[in-house]
């Protein structure tokens, strides 16, 4: 039992609506205290002898856009792949959303609600864009096998019900118009929104996004990086993997940095901009053209 939530409730529910309120003031600020969407400390990773995360420590807090940066072998990838339970880290904790969830599968995680980007691979080539988007919503579904396969009315209810959420999905992504195109004839860029469509199919809490802008033009970046803020503004937290420091730094509300394994610095966009280790490990040039 949460005993602070509890006792903070108590007036809540004997006494006026001044006390109400008041009481319900506390839970807001004791759930605020501890709304962190992900909580990594002491996080190591050895792989054959090599450190790959060196007691990393950091949060995510609930509702906002954390960018993970660094550069190349820093343990970027290495973090998302504990995180999301395919690695175990020699030692530490990870909390999502206040469970440790070190040892539990990648199953089990998604399952509380932590979904990682799909790229290219898990994208059906040969489906349209609209049955990608089913695909991956009937794998949230309620209705068993039987009911799908004698077509009882609350297979034909999903069914109606699944089909507006993909299409809700598809209009948030701007992929409207090429719901009936074979995903094998989207553009690279496309291609990529859709594979971020098949994860908000799995109603992620917490997205993980690695490098979604790698090998996009200008223009498909753009319309990338709206997306994500359109993401974070629907209420979904997001941890993005990303070298384009023009997205990164205008997008995120809050940056980890991470150099050989262990973290260097974490704060706000224009803290980290000014950092001198930040600069000196990573951003160097790479900071004047995001500033440019
Ligand atoms: N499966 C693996 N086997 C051996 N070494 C690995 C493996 N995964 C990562 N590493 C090593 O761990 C370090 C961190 O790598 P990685 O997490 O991929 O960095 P980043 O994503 O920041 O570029 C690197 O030195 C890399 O060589
Ligand atoms: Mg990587």
Redesign the pocket.
């Known amino acids: 039992m949460n005993v602070a939530t509890t006792v903070s409730r108590a007036p809540a529910s004997t006494a006026g609506a001044a006390a109400a309120s008041a009481g319900a003031m506390a839970v807001a600020a004791s759930a605020q205290h501890r709304c962190a969407a992900l909580a990594l400390s002491g996080v190591t990773?050895r792989?054959?002898g090599?450190v790959?995360?060196n007691d990393v420590h950091f949060e995510v807090q609930a509702g906002q856009i954390v960018s993970l940066i660094?550069?190349?072998?820093?343990?970027?990838?290495?973090?998302?792949?504990v995180i999301s339970g395919y690695?175990r880290p020699s030692a530490g904790r990870i909390e999502l959303f206040g469970e440790n969830i070190v040892g539990r599968s990648p199953h089990e995680i998604a399952a509380r609600g932590l979904v990682r980007s799909f790229q290219r691979t898990s994208v059906f080539n040969q489906s349209t864009v609209l049955d990608n988007i089913l695909i991956a919503l009937h794998m949230q579904g309620r209705c068993g096998l039987l009911p799908a396969l004698l077509r009882l009315p609350s297979f034909r209810r999903e069914e109606r019900a699944l089909r507006e959420q993909a299409g809700q999905i598809l209009d948030f992504l701007g992929l409207s118009r090429r719901a009936g195109e074979l995903a094998a004839n989207l553009s690279y860029g496309e291609q990529r929104l859709l594979g971020v469509g098949i994860a908000l199919a799995a109603k992620p809490r917490l997205l993980l996004l690695?490098e979604p802008a790698a090998g996009l033009n200008p223009s498909e970046t753009q319309a990338f990086k709206d997306m994500i803020r359109r993401i974070g503004d629907s209420g979904v937290t997001v941890l993005l993997?990303e070298h384009d420091m023009h997205m990164v730094m205008s997008i995120s509300d809050y940056i980890v940095v991470?150099n050989?394994?262990q973290r260097i610095a974490d704060g706000p966009p224009a803290h980290i901009q000014q950092h001198p280790e930040v600069i000196r490990a990573y951003l160097g040039s790479g900071l004047k053209r995001a500033q440019a």
Request: net charge neutral.
């Open positions: 990773v792989i054959s090599l790959a995360l660094g550069p190349n072998g820093a343990g970027k990838t290495t973090a998302f792949n690695m690695d993997v991470l050989q394994g």
